[in-house]
């Protein structure tokens, strides 16, 4: 009967004093529970803040590419030290084929910001080339080459030849200089017309007898004066 009585007001004392702590652990554990979520809340805005910065700066460079143009499909352009044909512009990236057979994928967002340059757009080439012949060349001969490297070029085409002069005097050559432009933007195309320019102005030089310079000197040796005296001789009478 006694361990009855104390065991009920045991429990009757625990009842009153979770009764009295209620409200404190209630408020306790709110203010736990709230800033848990504050945290979260916090964490997860600053997730969907960068995820739309990145989403928004993809979309307004890809929006750049597509409306600002400096390149589209099939153009060949040369980022940084990569180089390589447009095959797709997405929201992501930027893919490029380079000749050497691979693929290139760029993000999208960098492109804008960095320098290329895109041979997709060019008209027309210009080439300046220069080439020495022995100094040795007689003048008639050098007169005759301007005329030998203008035949070479507007053999071809599409060339617009522009001027070959004698441009120098070189240490071991007398040096010309030639310029034309070629009007195409097929880079396959553009080596075979320097190809066959090349191949006229050799067979023209060969018909001519004119010498391609090469790096030479010229070594002069003398002997001292008295090196060169004649040796006498002398006999007893």
């Known amino acids: ?9 045991l429990a009757t004392a625990v009842f009153t004093l979770l009764r009295i702590a209620r409200p404190v652990i209630v408020s306790r ?35 750049a590419i597509v409306l600002d143009k400096p390149f589209v499909i099939s153009d060949f352009i040369v980022v940084g030290h990569l180089e390589g044909t447009v095959e797709k512009v997405g929201l992501k990236t930027t893919r490029l ?25 060019i008209q027309e080439r210009r080439i300046k080339f220069e080439l020495g012949v022995t100094s040795q060349t007689p003048r008639s001969t050098l007169e005759q080459i301007p005329v030998m490297l203008r035949t070479a070029v507007e053999a071809q085409s599409p060339v617009r030849f522009d001027r070959a002069h004698v441009a120098s005097y070189g240490d071991f050559s ?6 034309y432009f070629e009007l195409t933007a097929d880079f396959n195309q553009y080596m075979k ?13 060969e018909a001519a007898d004119v010498q391609f310079a090469l790096p030479t000197q010229t070594l002069v040796m003398t002997r001292p004066a008295a090196a060169r005296r004649p040796l006498t001789s002398t006999g007893a009478g």
């Open 1 to 9: 009967m006694l361990a009855w009585l104390i065991a009920v007001s």
């Open 29 to 63: 554990l709110t203010a736990l529970s709230l800033r848990a979520s504050t945290k979260w809340d916090d964490i997860a805005v600053e997730v969907v803040r960068r995820t739309g910065s990145l989403f928004l700066g993809d979309l307004f460079s890809s929006m």
């Open 97 to 121: 084929k380079p000749r050497s057979g691979q693929l290139l994928i760029f993000p999208s967002a960098d492109l804008p910001a960095r320098r290329m340059r895109n041979f997709g757009r």
């Open 174 to 179: 007398l040096d010309f200089e030639a310029v």
């Open 193 to 205: 017309i320097r190809q066959q320019a090349n191949l006229s102005i050799h067979e023209q030089f």
